[in-house]
T-cell receptor
Framework: EAQVTQNPRYLITVTGKKLTVTCSQNMNHEYMSWYRQDPGLGLRQIYYSMNVEVTDKGDVPEGYKVSRKEKRNFPLILESPSPNQTSLYFC????????????FGSGTRLTVV | QKEVEQNSGPLSVPEGAIASLNCTYSDRGSQSFFWYRQYSGKSPELIMSIYSNGDKEDGRFTAQLNKASQYVSLLIRDSQPSDSATYLCAVNIYDMRFGAGTRLTVKP
């Protein structure tokens, strides 16, 4: 089944404790992206990757890191999480940026206390 | 002006009616337009894409695009309670830009 797999689905952590949210797609997509979704603010892009080894900042990159060493994987790293990073996170992929819609992962609900 | 604007709703329609969801965008150079459906607590799911002016139909869904007016709409015919969700409009400008979504409730 073609899909984007995110883990974990739910995570509660404490301020300052480094964490990684994994994202993997099995569709051989070039483009991958991370979003956070907050009530009233909609989906905001954190980082995106046009292809392997090429990543760039989205609208809200502060406090996040990413890497794209393989085409299928695009992990999101929070080096020192803070409570304002409590949110619902989605990974998405697409054959390429532009003319195709996205396939989203099932989401990660992160709470930082 | 926001890049992609939607009426946040909520929009409530009776079962069997036509639900009309609207979206405007700011960049005249936009080429690709999408509608996603998001159930509460779930991830967005792509339901329609449209690239040229006019209508595109898929089952009970019709997407309409008017580039001159910078306007995209989604019509849902014979609305069902299972259509109750938030509908996100997305426009590919230099990257995919999402509206904040319109919450639709279909009442039995």
């Amino acid at each position: 089944e073609a899909q984007v797999t995110q883990n974990p689905r739910y995570l509660i952590t404490v301020t300052g404790k480094k964490l990684t949210v994994t994202c993997s797609q099995n569709m051989n997509h070039e483009y991958m992206s991370w979003y956070r979704q907050d009530p009233g603010l909609g989906l905001r892009q954190i980082y995106y990757s046009m292809n392997v080894e090429v990543t760039d900042k989205g609208d809200v990159p502060e406090g996040y890191k990413v890497s794209r060493k393989e085409k299928r994987n695009f992990p999101l790293i929070l080096e020192s999480p803070s409570p304002n990073q409590t949110s619902l996170y989605f990974c998405a992929s697409s054959p390429e940026s532009g003319n195709y819609g996205y396939t989203f992962g099932s989401g990660t609900r992160l709470t930082v206390v | 002006q926001k890049e992609v604007e939607q009426n946040s709703g909520p929009l409530s329609v009776p079962e069997g009616a036509i639900a009309s969801l609207n979206c405007t965008y700011s960049d005249r150079g936009s080429q690709s337009f999408f509608w996603y459906r998001q159930y509460s607590g779930k991830s967005p799911e792509l339901i329609m894409s449209i690239y040229s002016n006019g209508d595109k139909e898929d089952g009970r869904f019709t997407a309409q695009l008017n580039k001159a007016s910078q306007y995209v709409s989604l019509l849902i015919r014979d609305s069902q309670p299972s259509d109750s969700a938030t509908y996100l409009c997305a426009v590919n400008i230099y990257d995919m830009r999402f509206g904040a979504g319109t919450r639709l409730t279909v009442k039995p």
